[in-house]
């Protein structure tokens, strides 16, 4: 049974014990006609809906009017049929349908009834885990699944002492400990934490647990320390999964081979598993009951796995799932496991050392799910048939070094096509030729998807695989070396679905895809993507037979001409329309009602000015908008900025939008990125958008930034924040506490005066801070010495004055450019700066700093390196970890180029190419070069100005 069956089975056991003598349903219940919900906490669920966004109507029924005043009817409630208190709200979404938002808990402390509540797969994205739930006594059922939450898990869960299951996986970014108040619910059967990045030892408290079923710590998880389970604890478990490097004792192996009941165990990253001799001769005890086994980075062996199946009636009959990816496996394990398996139906052996360089003839008769992904086979891999099983359905043969010669075909091949297979993914691998699709011809009658993309696949596709591969549904040819016209052939694949050709080389006119083509696969055909190619032409209107688009993405080709109103009329269901980087001008009547509702919109470096698109005001369900560089000469109307509360990302920039943003009330619950940069803005810069995680407003006319500040709001989001560029004035605002998430501030270039205020230095995320070309006096404050994350710091171009503090270099060793050029800098350099061993750009200059140069910066590393890793430096944000997704999200918006100039002989440049065009073939030139750089930016005596220049002249 799957992870998801058997978390629906608790469910509906759950739901069954409460609704007991009732038919079983969320909005049906025996004389429903005579319940009537209360006043008190129909307003609660009214309230709690005020602060969701429901794009897909979910709540639709919940309604404040006569007709729909019995919220015991709403979706989703269920009442008790005596007293009419809500006992159930059951919001599950899925992968089309969803709530959006942040949860306000507080609105449901009326339900003082409630105990099952499932608010699962929807996307409260950078939200935390509400502590009032540890409000409702009365819970049951829990389940805040794949709901995008992150923080730490409230320890006022552990209030919820009538909880039987309690669900907060796969929610991947809840970090932190285990609380150990979750020790204390005695009556709880299922626990679920699995996909997060929690860590830390496990409290001993959950040995307390000893009515758990169902225990999932694993996936993603990367506990420690000493397994806290004495032996008979959790007695009745029947599937246990653990992730981390625990210290695992014999006793902990005792422990494992006493849970009788245990047919489901997934172990991961358990690193010391391979030599702890108990633990895999207890796992082999298990075997012959298990059902499910997943041993993932574990640093097995084939010895290690030879233990665990040996002897050979072990292996059980009872075992289908057996999963060994990510382990140090060779062909000795495949051989043995296909020699032995003959009841195994899934099979995951990716991210292994397995190496096949024989025709494979292995024996899976009941096989259904094959996993050999990044693992390598020979040339002759596939020569003598392909028979793994005859019930194979899911092949996975990512990056395994296939090439051409892996596909070369026999009689005997032909012979042994599978019927079964379903899903073929041969992505990452070293394909070039035709051989593939002739492969593919023979081989395979009922394929439904075929992943083909980071190949290198060149020329045209076949004309034969349009006819013979007539059971595909969906087709993905990403990211290879493909060259002509479109095969027309696509549109005769009457079972096609779905078709990515993005980032080939393809040509001609897009209009000739459309051409001698049936298009029996209009009413099916939902996904079209042929981004990255060389398409010209114009859009043709016959495109609106793909009636049934909801994705269109054809951005980046060379596509002109006009688009209007009757090119996209017969995409109702249409959700991503992406056309940016193209030469198309969308030209659609003011009063047009287009019949979709788009989610995502791309049209950058499009025509669509010069007038604001009026037709937007139809669009409620926008979630990403970048009408960048589109031509618009106009104000925004304020309606539009309402469209924000929906929003993750919005780019306006490089276009001439004009006027003051007005200051309203707003909420940003996705906390969006907002790209205002290169227009025509002015006036003060509104509060509200104190709520994004990113904000760029460079390069217009902005001119303040004291009420933005520090109006008392906090800005618990905002990441980035740029305002270069603008005509701000007067002294730097006191109130950087307000933005203490901050992690990029960009000043530059306005008309700032004063000094630098101590509460800058709360700022202790900040990486990069520029106030470079402005006016401000006076010595550094030593609070900015509690900023040691930054790898940037340019405040060139200013007055600054007094000595360079020596706390830079004992407090930001992580600084990789320093920019201090053009101030009233004096005194001697401090030998502290030697403390930099990261820096790569140091601009002293045009200051009136004296005497010698610390010798020992001669011993800065990263200058010494004959080439300088440029993603250290221009890449240093966006890194894939807790900090970044907690400010920015999911959907951030993609990168930030940092504004980097430095001086060397009296000109500035760019700091584009952080290798410096430095092409020196000895490391020992190179450091005497960065001394130079540093001398001849410091005022000396004239000899040690000559001297400096001297020595600079050589490179």
């Known amino acids: ?340 398996s003959l009841n195994l139906q899934e099979l995951y052996l990716g991210h292994n050392n397995i190496v096949l360089s024989s025709p494979l003839c292995p024996n899976f008769p009941a096989l259904v799910i094959l996993d050999l992904s990044y693992n390598n086979m020979s040339s002759s891999v596939f020569l003598g048939g392909f028979n793994f099983s005859s019930k194979l359905q899911n092949l996975d043969l990512q990056n395994c070094s296939l090439t051409d010669g892996s596909f070369r075909m026999s009689s005997s091949f032909i012979m042994s096509s599978s019927f079964s297979l379903v899903s073929l993914d041969l992505s990452s ?216 509360q929906n929003m993750g990302l919005l780019n306006m920039s490089s276009n001439y939008l004009i006027g003051a943003i007005p200051n309203i009330s707003l909420k940003l619950p996705n906390r969006p990125s907002i790209l205002l940069n290169s227009n025509q803005f002015e006036g003060k810069i509104p509060s509200f958008l104190l709520q994004a995680s990113g904000l760029m407003l460079s390069e217009n006319n902005f001119s303040d930034l004291f009420s933005f500040l520090c109006d008392q709001s906090t800005a618990s989001n905002l990441g980035t924040l740029d305002v270069s560029h603008n005509q701000i004035k007067g002294q730097l605002p006191d109130c950087w506490k307000s933005v203490k998430q901050l992690l990029f501030l960009d000043l530059s270039s306005n008309k700032l005066s004063g000094k630098i205020p101590m509460s800058m230095g709360a700022l202790v995320n900040m990486e990069a801070l520029v106030l470079r070309n402005n006016g401000l006096m006076g010595e550094l404050p030593s609070s900015l010495k509690n900023c040691s994350s930054l790898f940037m710091l340019d405040l060139s171009e200013n007055m600054l004055s007094g000595p360079i503090p020596s706390w830079i270099g004992e407090s930001m060793h992580q600084l990789i450019i320093l920019n201090m050029r053009g101030n009233h800098l004096s005194g001697n350099l401090p030998i502290h700066l030697c403390y930099l061993k990261r820096i790569q750009l140091l601009d002293l200059s045009r200051n009136n700093l004296s005497r010698g140069i610390p010798t020992c910066l001669k011993n800065w590393t990263a200058m010494s390196e004959l080439s300088i890793n440029s993603s250290d430096t221009l890449s240093h944000i966006y890194w894939n970890n807790n900090t970044y997704f907690e400010i920015y999200g999911l959907y951030s918006f993609g990168g930030y180029t940092l504004d980097i100039t430095w001086m060397w002989k009296g000109v500035e440049r760019g700091f584009k190419n952080p290798e410096l065009e430095l092409k020196s073939s000895r490391s020992e030139q190179v450091n005497r070069l960065c001394i130079c750089m540093v001398m001849v930016n410091v005022v000396g005596s004239f000899a040690e100005r000559s001297k400096a220049k001297r020595c600079a002249a050589r490179f």
């Open 429 to 644: 691998n070293l394909l070039k030729s035709s051989t593939i699709f002739y492969w593919l011809f023979n081989s395979t009658t009922n394929l439904h998807n075929l992943v083909l993309d980071y190949n290198m696949l060149e020329g045209p596709i076949p004309d034969g695989f349009g006819k013979v591969m007539n059971s595909l549904q969906l087709l993905d040819l990403y990211g290879n070396k493909l060259q002509g016209e479109i095969p027309s052939f696509f549109g005769n694949m009457c079972a096609l679905q779905s078709l990515d050709l993005s980032n080939n080389k393809l040509n001609g006119e897009f209009s000739s895809f459309f051409r001698n083509s049936s298009w029996c696969n209009r009413d099916i055909f939902t996904n079209l993507d042929l981004s990255d190619n060389r398409l010209t032409g114009m859009l043709p209107k016959s495109i609106r037979l793909l009636s049934e688009l909801e994705d269109l993405n054809l951005v980046r080709n060379s596509l002109e001409g006009e688009v209007t109103e009757s090119h996209l009329s017969n995409f109702s269901k249409l959700k991503y329309l992406r056309l940016s980087e193209n030469s198309l001008s969308l030209k659609f009547v003011p009063s047009w009602v287009p019949p979709f509702q788009l989610e995502y919109l791309g049209i950058g470096s499009c025509k669509l000015g010069p007038t604001f698109p009026s037709w937007l005001k139809t669009q409620s369900s926008l979630y990403w908008l970048d009408i960048s560089d589109n031509g618009i000469n106009d104000s925004v109307p304020d309606w539009f900025w309402n469209k924000l």
């Open 1 to 340: 049974m799957s992870c998801y069956s058997l978390k629906l089975f608790y469910a509906l056991v759950l739901l069954l014990l409460h609704a007991a003598g009732s038919i079983l349903g969320f909005n049906y219940l025996p004389n429903s006609a005579e319940i009537k919900c209360i006043e008190t906490e129909r307003q609660a669920l009214l309230n709690f809906k005020h602060g969701l966004i429901d794009d897909y109507g979910i709540l639709s029924n919940w309604r404040d009017d006569d007709r729909s005043r019995d919220c015991c009817k709403w979706k989703g409630i269920q009442c008790n049929n005596q007293t009419g208190h809500v006992e159930m709200l059951h919001l599950r979404g899925d992968d089309t349908q969803y709530l959006l938002g942040e949860i306000n808990i507080s609105s449901l402390i009326a339900l003082k009834n409630i105990e099952h509540l499932d608010l699962s797969y929807n996307n409260f994205e950078g939200s935390h885990i509400p502590e009032l739930m540890g409000s409702f006594t009365n819970l049951r059922y829990l389940n805040l699944s794949d709901c995008s939450f992150v923080g730490s898990i409230p320890s006022d869960l552990g209030k919820l002492t009538h909880l039987l299951s309690l669900d907060l996986g796969s929610n991947y970014y809840l970090h932190g400990q285990i609380p150990y108040q979750l020790g204390n619910l005695t009556d709880l059967q299922y626990l679920d934490l699995s996909y997060n990045d929690l860590h830390g030892e496990l409290p001993y408290q959950l040995g307390n647990l000893s009515q758990l079923r169902y225990l999932d710590l694993a996936g993603g998880n990367s506990f420690s320390g000493a397994l806290p389970f004495q032996i008979g604890n959790l007695p009745l478990l029947h599937s246990l999964g653990l992730g981390g490097n625990f210290d695992v004792k014999s006793k902990d192996a005792e422990w494992l081979t006493n849970l009788s009941s245990l047919t489901r165990l997934k172990l991961s990253l358990l690193h010391n598993l391979s030599s702890s001799h108990h633990w895999l001769q207890m796992i082999s005890k298990l075997i012959p009951n298990l059902r499910e086994l997943r041993l993932v980075d574990c640093s097995l062996s084939d010895t290690n796995i030879q233990s665990l199946f040996y002897p050979l009636s072990n292996f059980s009959t009872a075992l289908t799932i057996l999963d060994l990816s990510s382990n140090k496996l060779t062909s000795s394990t495949f051989q043995l496991l296909s020699n032995f």
